[in-house]
């Protein structure tokens, strides 16, 4: 259920940022409530909030199997747990890559 709800927030801000930032301005006026992020998101942002949710779900799966771990074999969760670290590798990169930039 916590994946579900993680990847339907992700798909929502993806949706969003990627109007406002490609197609067109939304236009809310000041009376309507709106959310914090919205008009502030650039695709560079965008990216880091992508990566960051994939680790969080990545490490939801990973406890998931580690709570499963006397029926899932060790090679199994050798090659999820390297998988994992690749995700987390990638993410830290690219927000390096953004700060780097940014400067």
């Known amino acids: 259920m916590i994946d579900i709800s993680l990847v339907g927030g992700l798909i929502v801000m993806v949706m969003l940022s990627s109007?406002?930032?490609f197609v067109?301005?939304?236009d809310l006026s000041e009376d309507h409530e709106k959310l914090s992020w919205l008009g502030k998101m650039d695709s560079t942002?965008?990216?880091?909030?992508v990566a960051a949710s994939i680790v969080?779900?990545?490490s939801i799966h990973?406890?998931?199997?580690?709570?499963?771990a006397g029926n899932v074999s060790n090679d199994k969760l050798l090659w999820y747990?390297?998988?994992?670290l690749t995700f987390v590798l990638s993410a830290?990169?690219?927000g390096m890559l953004d700060k780097l930039t940014k400067h």
Do not use: D, Q
């Open 24 to 26: 067109s301005r939304l």
């Open 62 to 68: 990973l406890l998931k199997l580690f709570m499963n």
């Open 81 to 84: 747990v390297v998988i994992h």
């Open 19 to 21: 109007y406002e930032n």
């Open 56 to 58: 969080a779900i990545s």
């Open 45 to 49: 942002s965008l990216k880091n909030k």
């Open 92 to 94: 830290f990169v690219m």
